[in-house]
């Protein structure tokens, strides 16, 4: 089944996070954005049942910015359709690693958890990061 | 074995320690540069860019050259990273088996000629590559491994 992962959020995080990945990766056709509210009279709900309907033969994952927000929860009532994966917390170091790797993995699920965790450990507060001993390395 | 040898100003960073780690298959990055290893904000910020489940080698050019020679990197998938032409060309001669070569990004300075959107070059820097094109050294502009492989001698 063809694999597609749609990135939302409200106003334009979506696509800007979506031109960064790709000055990191590389232009990748099964990923998209969606900008919600940034145009008048923007109808979340019916934006949403469109995208469903159009992905409803592909496994889709939505990566949306704010668990608990009215993006995510929209998604939400989808929860339940299968083959259907939705991720809050929309971050870099999540989609790196996902979007390098999502095509080819066997379980999706799995594959979320486990960049879901990784991707935790990169937020990070630098001052103290610096100043751990990190061991230096040979061949 | 070596998979890449890459140009890149900024050594390790986005595109060089996800996207090209991750798509060559590297299990073994080796930054060759005479000042990182010295330089320790430097080295400090490197290895903590280091992508999980690499190993992660800082040396001296002439110690690169070394390691190359003495087959201790033979074992490993290896992604070589230098930041400037320069030091392309010592290991180049150093280490003559090494026959590509990939040109990252080499930003604008004064003098350089822009050759494709990341990458500039000073005369000299041409004239080296020329050298390396002429010993059959393959050069080529990627930024990211999507790229589609633009061989330096039809640009320049």
New interface residues.
Partial sequence: MERKIILASHGKFASGILSSLE??????NAISALDCYTTEGFDLKQTVDQLMKENSEKELIVVTDLFGGSVNNEFLRYIKRPDFYLVAGLNLPFL??FS?QFASAKALADLILQTLR?SKEAIQF?NE??DEE?E???? | MILLTRVDHRLLH??VA??WT??LGAD?ILIANDDVPQNDVRK?TI??AKP?GV????KNIEDSIA?LKSG??DK?KLFIVVESVEDAYKLTQGYPKLKSLNLGGLKAKKGTRKISKAVHLLPKEERLLEEMIQNNIEVEIRQ????KKVNLKNVL
């Avoid at chain 1, 230096?136 to 061949?139: A, L, R, V, W």
């Avoid at chain 2, 990211?144 to 790229?147: C, M, R």
């Fill in positions: 000055l990191i990766c590389g232009k990748n790196i690693e390098a990784k630098c990061s610096f990190i230096e390395e040979e061949f | 986005g595109q996800f996207s991750q798509n073994c400090t290895k903590l999980q190993k992660l080698v800082i390691a201790v990197t490993y990211v491994p999507g790229d």
